[in-house]
């Protein structure tokens, strides 16, 4: 415990430094404003930022992208309280009791609340990160190719169990996913695999022409062209304090969500996603005041906003002691650490400790800073919602093709970005989710490598992965969710792999 606290220490005076404050700042302005913005997700902005990052020092490109991600956690909380707008997906749950605060002259308290439970959150989430990697990573250290093949394969196929609406569709994009993964030149053979003679793809598809197509400009489009007009109606903020029966019904509330969402953002798939949820849900079992839950509860807002910062902080941890991601923004912001000559997994915390404690620590340095910086300025990201779509999307437009051709300074990218951006229109159009072609993308290369070095070590033998008791924990914990998911439907008599 102390030498982990040593080390925190230590990762603090990495986060604060001059230039990695600026970029905390940068980042969590940054996050809160897509987060406030809706149609524009983290996803997207990181992927336009991935083509100055590689232009950072690798630990002060790590705090930004982080800072953009869970600022935009924050920021998605601000409009569905006072608009009913969720700026984030993540922000539903906060739109229920949080907008009828608002309608009741209380908006000022229930952003308050949001943003104080976020901050307890991030402070509790981020000493679960800092005393959970270690022992996690120190277990890693057992991992070999056979167990790393598992474990993606496991990640892969929760992003495609944990989908909403078709699983096949699912599995089917996470199969052009992979297919994407393996253009480029085999690291084994030297053979250049589907670049159809052309130069750029011997190393690759772009990750970023990639992110920026399917997670940029589709959603820019698809947004146009559904022309959805939200009408935003905004009550009084009035005082941000919160009185003694506030912080009382708040504070174990945002303490059972910091709970659930430690626990569920370590989990691939969608426990990010799943997290503020899950807190709702205990809420109305748990609660004393279960009647006013719907009606303005400050419960409501405390618990999903808490459990929402905290899953997406822990869920750096499988990043940063196994090397895999567990959702589509840790997926990019290992794209980034790959193009910063980083490989994670269980050696990164011996071999580049500044990097890992400086980026935990931060998390520290992030949230206060979030506070600091959002409540004044609530009534500016308010108004930003007035910013007409005619304006905003081509600005983001250029600002993708500028962030595209300055990675690679090649026209082939640009291209390739526009013929993905009509397929991901298509796609999308179609309801075939996305987000499991992404993780297919990333962790493709990565599970090839580990398969073809699984088979090297077993000499040819399949069952290596199976002979090896983590392995085969790993595959029975793949079985067990996939039963899990798939044995309602069974009882019901239903097709599971339904096309809808």
């Not at 808490?306 to 822990?314: D, K, R, V």
């Not at 004044?376 to 600005?395: E, H, K, T, Y």
């Not at 989710?433 to 580990?450: D, K, N, T, Y």
């Amino acid at each position: 415990m102390f030498d982990t606290l040593t080390l925190l220490a230590h990762g603090l005076a990495v986060a604060a430094t001059p230039i990695n404050l600026l970029f905390a700042l940068v980042g969590c302005l940054l996050g809160t404003l897509i987060g406030v913005l809706p149609g524009i997700g983290p996803l997207a902005t990181i992927s336009m930022l991935l083509s100055i990052t590689i232009r950072l020092e690798p630990v002060t490109s790590l705090i930004m992208l982080a800072g953009v991600y869970y600022g935009a956690q924050y920021g998605g909380s601000t409009t569905a309280i006072l608009c009913k707008i969720p700026g984030e997906a993540s922000s539903v749950v906060t739109a229920i009791d949080g907008y009828m605060m608002a309608k009741k002259g209380r908006g000022g308290t229930a952003l308050a609340a949001a943003a104080f439970s976020s901050l307890l959150a991030g402070i509790i989430a981020t000493f679960f990160i800092a005393f959970f990697s270690p022992m996690l990573a120190q277990f890693a250290i057992n991992f070999n190719a056979p167990e790393y093949f598992s474990l993606m394969l496991f990640g892969l196929l929760s992003s495609v169990f944990f989908s909403a609406g078709s699983k096949l569709k699912a599995l089917a994009m996470a199969i052009l996913g992979l297919l994407f993964g393996l253009v480029g030149t085999d690291v084994e053979t030297g053979a250049l695999r589907f670049t159809m003679g052309i130069g750029e793809f011997t190393d690759g598809l772009d990750l970023v022409a990639i992110s920026m197509a399917f997670f940029g400009l589709n959603e820019i489009i698809t947004n146009i062209s559904e022309k959805q007009k939200a009408k935003t109606t905004t009550y009084p903020i009035g005082s941000t304090k919160m009185t003694g029966s506030d912080v009382r019904r708040g504070v174990p509330a945002a303490l059972r969500g910091t709970l659930i969402g430690s626990i569920l953002g370590v989990l691939p798939g969608g426990g990010v996603q799943l997290s503020p949820f899950a807190s709702y849900m205990v809420e109305q079992k748990v609660s004393k005041h279960k009647a006013e839950l719907g009606e303005g509860a400050v419960e409501g807002v405390a618990g999903p906003e808490a459990a929402n910062n905290a899953a997406a902080q822990t869920s750096f941890i499988p990043l940063l002691t196994l090397g895999v991601p567990g959702n589509p923004v840790i997926a990019l912001i290992l794209g980034a650490m790959i193009m910063q000559g980083i490989q994670p997994g269980p050696q990164v915390l011996t071999k580049q400790p500044e990097l890992v404690w400086g980026l935990i620590a931060s998390m520290l340095v992030g949230n206060v800073m979030l506070v600091v910086i959002n409540l004044p300025l609530i009534g500016l990201w308010v108004r930003l919602l007035s910013v007409r779509q005619a304006i905003l999307f081509p600005i983001i437009i250029v600002f993708s093709c500028i962030a595209v051709y300055t990675v690679s300074s090649s026209l082939v990218n640009l291209v390739m970005m526009s013929i993905l951006a009509v397929l991901g229109i298509v796609l999308t159009t179609l309801r075939f989710p996305l987000i499991p072609l992404l993780l297919g993308l990333v962790l493709g290369p990565m599970m090839e490598e580990s398969l073809r070095r699984a088979f090297s070590i077993s000499r040819g033998d399949p069952t290596v992965f199976v002979s090896r008791p983590i392995s085969l924990a790993i595959l029975m914990l793949t079985a067990a969710t996939l039963a899990i998911v798939f044995l309602p439907a069974i009882r019901r008599n239903e097709a599971i792999f339904v096309a809808d």
